[in-house]
């Protein structure tokens, strides 16, 4: 077990009836406050109209930056950060999923140094400050709202990077199920399956950590389980959308890898397949996860999937491990696929195979990650191709 | 399910190898450090010798104030807001287990206000400001080190009282296993207990939550169950010390509270307990809760000692729920009186039947404790007498 650091301060707002306290959260970082969002569901909700009329009320001085894409472009960045200089803006408040976040955050960050933002996080400067950013959650997906993490994609040069960094952490989220009651079934499954595919690429890894935090992370695949299908057949189930909410953020907020070395694979080998195709994160991830967990099986790591098999699936443990480990691989397979419905191939999505050499080296570097089972360029190319 | 804030922003290091961090944290709120600690098993330990070397490495000015005793008294909170105003203290180091951390966090706050600390403190006066805690935990139990709460005796007027105050939140917690390794089988047994008490007042309530969360709770049970015996055994196993260590952190840092009225009812009467008694809290906790658990079972409760059984215990879910309700309630005895090896009656630990109803009275503080199934003063006197 590693020694880690566990710090995560944001402050949420979980529940229906949060709002009224927004404008108390945005007034302890300043007057002039830039709202940022996507398309116009946060319009046609009612969910605009009604932050807007609490900014309002409490003398706060709105600035806008609307039309945040999905996969959300360094262009946004660019935009936002011009506008927190001009304006002098004081905080910043993302209403939207985790795109929106993940551009105000960068935003956030671009809005106090003097480079162009691409330039700046693709060559990993040290991010050593941010505007505070606040959240108003509208989809339960990536988790951005209780992180130091974020995207963004430069389509030019077909690259999508990530940076963590402290200053990037939200100080407060609102996160409103009932925000979510608009998400449709197909949105609420990408969201599912991108919470499982943060659980999932923590809890495979054969580097020995706590025991406790293996039983949540096996409550929160369950509870994932549980509640999509339930989200995606009635929408206003407060009781699914609250709980896919919380575990959005708990997937994903720096707690459930305590102790562990982190392995991270399915989600370099998507970054490219999103870089490229543009596609939604949470689909390249269902259709990666099952593949790349039937590549990395052998007998050296059987044990992991026999403990997933049985805690989370219910499998019959007096099994032999690798019948409970082919079989957590095909019951986790009709979940995205048959339960939650998405598409189970590339093909499917009208992605080939040209690219697949460029990807795979991207996603590795060149050289390799160092995951539950080290991939190389051959590896990522394999476990692309098992997913035509 | 109820709207919910979650806030805990401690800084948590946990590890064998973090106490090097220590003096950057303490220069983070000044240089006049005073450090708090109970017997001398900090000494023979080792440890008290490292934290003076780290201290004064980094050049901080050191003051002292050993002594705190178990069940921690109003007199050493006293004398420790004497020496910080006196010397201009600007952070304390509470290094220790629950006793010595909740007297450190009752020095902090004392330390800002002109009156008597029992006075202030008793008379539930807002509690707005306290010096920075930095805590370095010795044992695994109050899960103090990471809450905004503390408890106090007065011993001449037989009163144990709790506050919870955000300023009272440790700024940062240095949880190191192996600082464990020192605390003997019975305490371990009585810190565990309390551990498991903290989860079950929260856990057994009948108010809608978050599935997720009681996913976690459950987790963290069966972590408890699982290491305890094994930290008894083996004084150094570093697995088992670290899961209890965790554990202690997360059963009362109002995470798994989420969502739900708590309910805290055992917390109540053994806080009389310790208050006529002084006996150790945890020990008090693991008489109390099955008794309490008996006496709360009925038809309309039974579903969540069902839940507690199957998913804790193992219990055949096949079984008829009440079966499985006072199957689970035996399951806990076993775990707390024999795997534990605690004393399992009041009488064995020398406790008469003589001030039950003066104690009674005051744990519903004259009217009702509202918990799980509420309890006035002839109900929480029938506890008691079913613990003889």
């Not at 402050?11 to 404008?23: E, M, N, P, T």
């Not at 929408?235 to 699914?240: F, G, L, M, T, V």
């Amino acid at each position: 077990m590693n020694d880690f650091i566990y710090e995560n301060s944001t402050k949420i707002y979980f529940g229906k009836d949060q709002l009224r306290k927004l404008s108390v959260e945005l007034c302890k970082h300043g007057k002039r406050v830039l709202l940022t969002y996507g398309g116009g569901s946060v319009k046609t909700s009612g969910l605009y109209d009604k932050v807007v009329e609490e900014i309002k009320k409490s003398g706060l001085q709105l600035f806008e930056l609307p039309g945040i894409e999905p996969n959300p472009r360094i262009e946004s960045v660019r935009k936002g950060a011009e506008i927190c200089k001009r304006e002098k803006i004081d905080v910043l408040l993302a209403v939207g999923g985790g795109s929106t976040i993940d551009a105000t955050k960068y935003i956030a960050a671009a809005a106090c140094v003097d480079f162009d933002p691409w330039d700046f996080f693709s060559k990993f400067s040290p991010l050593k400050e941010a505007l505070p950013v606040v959240i108003i959650l509208t989809h339960s997906a990536t988790g951005s709202e209780m992180n130091t993490g974020g995207v963004i994609s430069n389509l030019e040069t077909k690259e999508k990077i990530g940076r963590l960094a402290r200053p990037l952490l939200p100080k407060a989220s609102f996160l409103d199920p009932t925000n979510t009651y608009t998400v449709g079934p197909y949105q609420t499954a990408c969201g599912s399956a991108d919470i499982m595919s943060h659980i999932i690429e923590v809890y495979f890894n054969m580097n020995k950590g706590l025991y406790m935090v293996d039983c949540f992370m096996e409550g929160m695949m369950k509870t994932v389980i549980k509640y999509a299908p339930i989200a995606m057949k009635e929408p206003d189930n407060y009781e699914a959308r609250s709980n896919l909410m919380w575990a959005s953020s708990w997937g994903i907020n720096g707690f459930i890898s305590s102790g562990k070395r982190q392995a991270w694979s399915c989600h370099s080998m998507e970054h490219e397949l999103s870089a490229f195709y543009d596609i939604t994160h949470g689909l390249g991830l269902a259709i990666l996860t099952p593949r790349w967990m039937e590549y990395c099986l052998d007998e050296t790591k059987v044990s992991k999937y026999y403990q997933f098999g049985t805690n989370v699936f219910g499998i019959d443990p007096t099994l032999e491990p690798m019948t409970v480990a082919k079989k957590s691989i095909e019951m986790l397979s009709d979940f995205l696929f048959n339960t939650l419905g998405l598409q189970s191939t590339l093909t499917e999505i009208g992605i080939g195979k040209e690219n697949f050499p460029i990807m795979a080296k991207k996603a590795c570097e060149g050289e390799v990650i160092a995951g539950f089972k080290p991939l190389a360029q051959k590896d990522i190319e394999k476990i692309f191709e098992m997913c035509l």
